[in-house]
């Protein structure tokens, strides 16, 4: 006597489907959660910057400064902006007028995001830089420019700190003398913590390529 197979077979076979397809109802969520990580690992891109990428550097952490009014500040206090710390002084023939009015023009290009963009205007030259003069000078530039005039002592550490070199130059009066100076911008992200390094001359364009960057970031 045949034994139709169908007969036998049908109720076993039904039944190893119906506990895989209960199992791939419970193990479905997890693949794909598993597929959508591993296809957000394959596209997302390491962040490339125009500036150099100092990421991790282990100078330049703190930046502190007391103001005309004896009010305390720091970097930190602009979490949740983009800062840029910058050396110079305010008798400076060109390279720190320019590199301030360039940062006006980004700031005023980003629109309202420039006003999560702090600029600080270190003084290379506190003889001469008081907290008044200061305070004028970074004024010709409009708001979230800072002036920072620390006393010499501190501004060595400072400048050891930074890795910022500069040195006086004498001129032909005992108040006539320049500086010289590292020029350049420290960029700092919306965690205050250091991450780039702009060279003087370096674009308006990349330069807010770069800040944009920074405050799209988390």
């Known amino acids: 006597m045949t034994i139709p197979l169908s007969r036998g077979v049908q109720p076993q076979a039904a039944g190893r489907c119906s506990v895989l397809r209960s199992m791939w109802r419970a193990l479905a969520p997890l693949a794909t959660m598993v597929l959508g990580l591993s296809l957000l690992a394959c596209s997302d891109k390491p962040v490339s ?41 305010t008798q400076c023939p060109d390279v720190c007028p320019t590199s301030m009015a360039d940062m006006k023009a980004i700031k005023t290009s980003l629109g309202e995001l420039g006003a999560l963009v ?60 320049t500086m010289e100076h590292t020029a350049g911008y420290y960029i700092y992200d919306k965690n205050s913590r250091l991450r780039l390094f702009a060279r003087f001359g370096s674009s308006q364009e990349a330069m807010m390529a770069d800040i944009k960057t920074l405050l799209n970031q988390h």
């Open 49 to 89: 910057f125009n500036a150099i990428d100092i990421t991790g550097a282990d100078y330049a952490k703190n930046l502190s400064w007391t103001d005309a009014k004896g009010q305390a500040h720091q970097l930190s206090d602009f979490k949740g902006q983009v800062s840029l710390v910058f050396f110079g002084y």
């Open 118 to 177: 702090q600029v600080v205007f270190v003084s290379v030259d506190p003889a001469r830089d008081s907290h008044a003069v200061l305070d004028d000078y970074v004024a010709n530039f409009g708001p979230g420019f800072w002036g920072v005039s620390p006393p010499i002592d501190e501004l060595k550490a400072l400048a050891k700190d930074f890795h910022v070199f500069y040195q006086r130059v004498n001129g032909p009066t005992p108040t006539s003398y």
